[in-house]
């Protein structure tokens, strides 16, 4: 299934579950690079209903479309699918890597290890990232999913 048959899956179950919640809002896909679309929801009232505590919430439309897709196609699809409501996977990163910035520095100036609450492997990649770019640390994910967390270390 190419990626342009998964999107207008994704977006009529996006709308059918805003008009469910009985919540007015616009839904679009927008490709991010040749294997990857995202579908945004914008300009939703009540958008922490659909955010969810940490995002838990989004991640599990998230999930619920991406089993769509699965179970349409057979399983045979190519790409991927991501699902961001409100701008809030864009807010999440750019909040997580001024955390993260912050606490590295304190680690490499300070010497001290210093693990971080456990969080999905989306926001984990983030902290690798973001940690990869300061001279004098690194990182290490420790823990089992879905408790893993990153530990910030000094080199």
Known sequence: MSLEEQSTLVVEFLDGLLDAF?????VYSERVDDETVEMRVENVQGVGLLIGPKGNT?????????MLVQRKSDGNCEGRIRVDIGGYRERRRAALEVFCEKIA???????AERPLEPMNAADRKVVHD???????VNT??????PRRWVVIIPE
């Not at 009985?22 to 616009?26: F, G, H, K, N």
């Not at 973001?130 to 004098?136: D, K, L, T, W």
């Open 105 to 111: 520095l304190e680690v490499r100036d300070g010497g």
């Open 130 to 136: 973001v940690v990869s770019e300061i001279e004098g």
């Open 22 to 26: 009985e919540l007015d809002a616009e």
């Open 58 to 66: 989004l991640r599990a439309v998230e999930d619920l479309s991406r």
């Open 140 to 145: 290490v994910s420790e823990g089992q999913e």
